[in-house]
Every structure is written in C-alpha cells, then in structure tokens.
C-alpha cells in the first residue's frame, strides 16, 4: 500500500508500508527529486572550505606581493625629494658638459700653442708659421675668456614643481611596468612552452612563499637618496656654487668659513667623494640624523693663470685621509676632474713650509707644465755660486720654481732609460759645481763618451771607462775619509761646516753610468762596497756621491746602496720595478711611477731630497751656453787658484803615486785617458775587507744581502737544504725566517729580500698554498732547475 506522506524539508517522498512479506509486484519507481543530488554536494562542500582555508593563509601574501609590485612599478619607493634632485641632476650635468667642452677646447688649443712653440725653440718659425703661432694665441685667449665666464657664472637650476614631480614620476611607473609586463609575459610563455610541469610544481612554492609574506608581510617603504643624487648642488633651495662662495649649509648640513672654499676647492671635493676618498657621514638618530659632507678648503690664495690654477688644499679631518693617500690615487682624481695625469700636480706640503699630514697642493693645468724646457739659471752667471748654503739650481717645478739640490749632506741617485735626459741633469750639476771654487768636481765616465770631455779642464779627476782606476780611486777616498774624520774629532766637530771647507773642499764624484763598474766580474763587489761605504759614512766630511745608470736593475743598484743615498732622481724608465730601483720599493704604487713619464719630455722625472718626490724637469743648456759657465767657471777658479794643478790636490796625488799616471783636467790630452796606469796595488788593497755591505744600515735599518751571480747557487742550495726532500713549495716569509735561524747568509732576511733574490735566479715567485694557507711563495721544481737538478 502506497501513502503519501508530510514532506521533509520541502521534498516528496514516495513510501511503501509492507509488514513481513515481499513487495507486491509491480510498484511503481519514485520520480528523481532535488534530494536524489545531495551527497555530492557535501564533498563540494569540504573542497570549498579547504580552498577557503588556503586563502585564508596565502592570499594576504599575495596581496603583499602584489602591492610591493604595484609600488616599486610606480615609482613609491622613491620619494619626491629623489625625483626632485634627479630633475636637477639633468640640469647639473648639462651645466657641468658646457664647463668641460670649454676646458677641453682649450686644452687642445693649448696644445696646438705648446706644439708650435717648442718647434720655434729648436727649429725657428717661417712667416706663415709665425702667423700660425699669433693665430693660436688668439684662440686660446678667447677660449680662456670663455672659460672663465663659464667659471663664474653659478649653478642656478630652476626647482621642479610638483606637478613636474608628479609627472616624473609617472613616466618612469610607466617604463617600469613596461619592462615588467614584458618580461613576465616573456617568462611565463617560455615556461608553459618549455616547461609546463615545472609551472604545476611552482605553484606550491609560491603558496609556502605567500605564506611566509602573510606572517612577514614587506613594508611599503621609500628607499634613501642614492649617494649620487646627494651633491651639495641639487639640494632643496640650492641656487649656486661660485668662486670664494661656500656650498648651501642647508644643503651640506656643515658651515665652513666662505673665504676657504673656492670653485677649486669644489673641484677637488667633488673628484674626492668620485673616487671614494671622501664619503657623507651620517650623525644623530631618528628625527635628529643628518648627513654632512665634509669638505677640502683652501689655505692662501688660489694661483690662476694661463697655465691653470694652483693651491693649497687641507683635506677635511676625520676621515683617515692624509695627503699620500690621496697622492696614491693621483690618476684616478685626475680622471675625475677631467684632465690627463700629467696635467695633475699633487705635492704635500712640507712642515718647513707649515705643512702637515692633511695639506696638499694641487695645481692643475690645462697644458703640461713641463712640455718646454725652462733654461738654467745659470746662463750669464758671472758671480761665484754658493753650493754649500744655496744649493745646485739643477731643475724647475711645474710653475717654473727653480730646484735646488744641496751639495753638502745630500748624495744623489740618478736612473732613467736611455734618452730620458740622465745627461741634462748630470751637465746642470756640473756647471752648478764649476761655479764655487770651493768645491773640487770628479768625473768618472762609465760610458767611454765624448759628453764630458768638455768639461775636463776644470775637473780635478776625469777618466774614461776604467774600474780599476775608479777602484783606486775609492781606496784614495776612503783613507781621504779617515783622516777628515780624525781631524773633525781633533776639532771637536761632527761634521764639516762652512768655516772649514779651506781646509777640507767639498769633493763632489761624479760616476756617470754605474753599469761597468758595479757588474765588473773582477772588482764589482769592492767598488760596490766602497760606493756603499762612502755613501753612508762620507757626507758628514764634504765627499758626495753623485751617480748615474740607465740600467736601472737592482744587479746595478743594489738596495743597500740606494738606501744609503738620500737623493734619488727617477726619470722615465721602462717599468715600475726599475722606477722602484731608483726612487725605493713601493714608491711606483704610491703614484710616483717613472714609467709613466712621456719620452716626449726629456729630463722630466721624481725628484726626492730626502722626502716625497715631486715632478721636475732639468734646466737645459745649448752646447753654446754650457761652454759659456764652463768659461765663467774657469776663471773663476783661476783667481782663486783652484784650477787642476793651482794647488795641491792629495787625491790626484796619491791617485799618481798608486798608478802611475794623473788624470787630473783629463791627463794628457784632456779626453780622460786612463790607459797605462798599474793597478795592481789597488786590486790587491785589502782594506775594506771589514766591511759588508749586506750588514744593517749605519741608520740601523737592516737591509738583506743581494744575491749576486756568485753566491745565488750556493743561497738557493741552502734554501733547499732547509725543507724535507718531498716539501715542493714554501712561503717567502717561512724561507726567510728559515735562513735567519741558518745564519750562513745572514740573519736579516724578510720575504721581500728574499722574493728579490730569487727572482734574480730566475725563478718566479708567486701565489701558492702551503697546508692551505694562501701566500707568496715559490715552487721548489724551480729551484732544482737553476741547479740544474734533475728534481
């Protein structure tokens, strides 16, 4: 029986009552209603409430994400202060391009000036040529009117507005979500392409990833100006940067007094923070940082002049900047402000010139201040000279000061490849010394040239390649240098002062070309010893070393010896280790790297009395002008009885009566022939066997032995002998303290003596392990080799 019945939640539903027996046939089937679909929906259901929870977790991530996007794209994370100071930049930079154009204008124009005067200095000008010189002059007053102008017009930009602002800074959102939705759409098509199953396992990725971004959400912040965009002159309310005018104190954040800040001073700043010598500093916390920027000032006036300009900088305190390190990055500050390095002068200021760590002078040039020579000052110079007070004027700065070498406590180093102008600085000696009667000149000529012959009849000893005669002389000197001594302690004296130099004449020995003399298989080693010794203990008694080499190696110009000289005078040389043979280790790497000097400017070199080379060049004299002092000298040792043979000379003396011959003016003849001298007595002198000239510097600065070709076997062989047979490397300071403990070559050994020698076997030192601590060091198999072994 069939019945219908109360519906249930809205439903028909058919029934069939029926107690025990079976149905009756022929039912009829209930019709599909809404509840025939119920029990999918309740699995939908448990889906739906997943993916809910996944939202839940993830979606405030990608939210995040997508906002983080949104504000980079937009340009949000910059702020308007940013966009300001780039608008300004556009115009700095065009402000900045006019200047430079300028200055590179008359830079050539100078050039072009510089190129037809030094043509009328050696060859003469015709007509049109001297019309071509007028002309050029013209276009560089012009252009450095034009300059000039530029210079003291100041940097006035026109502020954007806000709606420039905002402009800017929709236009770069729209290149930013141009190039965003590029390559995304790049990417995404690359992906599905190439990789579609790689896309399904992201998904779950970025899912833990958006997870992450809901618990650690990124804040939506604006980034700090770029230290590019922090100049003084695109600060808010900027209007200019003029010569003798301070930076904007709202704009620098740091007051200096107006009179020290010059459009120099500017200049030279702005190269500092360029090459990371200086950098803003940032001071205070929260609403009370700021950031200064420090800055060079000057000290004295600012010389400008056709040349350029010139002045003395203090760079500002703090910051760890002293003068050599800004010295040390010379080229890249010249880069910075636009010029060559050699139109770059960088020099400390001395303390005898009220100068300190911190104080520089820069001169900048807008055309080689050494590109023409300068004549010497001693042309028409008919009075005696005072070398004793005054000095040798040898050379010119590079605003045409005139270089004076001491010759009284000072010897001096000269070094430079061949033609770089050794013999310019030698002759400017020479006239400097013919021209005090007190002082008795040698020359010794390593070369076997002509060059000096004209000046042989005032020299008191002149002779051509002979080291066994420069041997003998060197013994002469040496007992010369005795009795000084023990004269000066009868007196109660130190040294030699200008009251005694009637008694004691200063001897200046000029050995031009060490090369022979100090590589001579035979007697090399006793006249280094002795050109050591004299150096390092003669000074104080008037006997001055002046030498010379255009081979500057350290086989020539052993380190003790340079380190005994206190003038060093480096002209160009091929690279930076023979411009460190002469000037000292390291000096190349502090910016004073002869090697870089122009062969077009002979005599141009480092100069260091003692100190800090500077940039000179030597004073030149025609063969004309030099035959003139040379005549001026003459009879001025004349009158003063001073001439070779005038009185007497107990060099040349003894020099005579140990060989048998006088080279005194040049011996016969006057070419400095030194043939037919017997010198056995001087090479067999054992007088100076008690010196070493590898021990500790009179100074007590140890200095290593130099390894010459005798002994360089016998060192390596040691270096071997002192490590296991399977070692097959070393470090350069383990080898030196090796040899220290030995003691068979001395104990004064560092890694850098020992790099030396070996590289002077042969063998290459470089970057090696040993038990995984990296260092310089050398392969043991090179070693074998320069023994010959068959390791």
Known sequence: MSAEVTPYEGEYVWGEFVE?????????EPPDGPATHRRPSRMSQTVTTAARAVAGLTGPGYANLWHVAVHTISGGHKSDDEFRRALVKIQFDQYQQQRTEAQTGLTEAEKRLADLMSTAATTGLNQDQKIAVHQARDEVRRRQAGLTALRAQPFEPVQPTADQITRARRVSGAKRFVFAAVAVTAAGVAVVIQAPLAALAALPVSAVGAWW?????????????????????????????????????????????????????VEFTRALYATKLIKPVKVGEGDNAQTLFPHATIEGPVVRDELGWSAV??????????????MKKRVKVAAEMSVDESLLILERVPPSAGGHARMIRVSKFVVDPFAVSRPSPLIGQTEPLDLWEIGAPVAFGPRGDVVFIPLRDIALLLGGASRSGKGVAIAALICAAALDPRVRFRIIDGKGSGEHNRSARLAATFFKHSPERLLAL??????????????LSDLGRSKLDADLLHEMPVEVVVVDELYPYTTHKKLGAKILRLLILLGSQGLDVGIILVMATQTPMVEVVPRLLRNNVGGRWGMRTDDATSSNTILGDGR????????????????????????????????????????????????????AGALPGQRFDPIEEALLQLTGIST??????????????????????????????????????????????????EIVALILSLYPADADRAHLADIADRLNADGTHGDDWDAVAVGDALRNAGVTVKPVRVNKIPGKGVFFAELHAVLGDAN
């Open 588 to 639: 190349a790497g502090q910016g004073f790297d002869a090697s870089k000097i122009s062969d077009e400017t002979r005599g141009v070199g480092w100069l260091a009395l003692g100190g800090i080379p500077r940039k000179v060049r030597s004073c030149h004299t025609t063969d004309a002008e030099f035959a003139a002092i040379m005549a001026v000298g003459y009879a001025l040792r004349q009158a």
């Open 20 to 28: 025990d027996d079976a149905p009756s046939a022929g039912a009829p």
């Open 313 to 326: 900088m203090v760079l500002p305190s703090g910051m760890d900047l002293d003068a050599e390190a800004v």
């Open 213 to 265: 971004l809901t618990r650690h959400p990124i804040p939506l912040t604006q980034r700090e100006i770029p230290e590019a965009l922090r100049l003084p002159e695109l600060g808010p309310g900027v209007t200019a940067t003029v010569p003798g005018q301070a930076p904007d104190p709202t704009a620098v954040h740091e007051t200096y007094d107006p009179s020290k800040v010059s459009d120099e001073a």
């Open 664 to 713: 005194a003016a040049g011996g016969a003849g006057g070419y400095g022939n030194a043939e037919g001298g017997t010198y056995t007595a001087a090479q067999d002198d054992d007088t100076d066997d008690d010196f070493d000239p590898y021990a500790a510097d009179e100074d007590g600065d140890d200095e290593a032995p130099e390894v010459t070709i005798t002994n360089m076997r």
């Open 474 to 487: 060197l013994l002469i000197y040496k007992e010369e240098m005795d009795r000084r001594h023990a004269r």
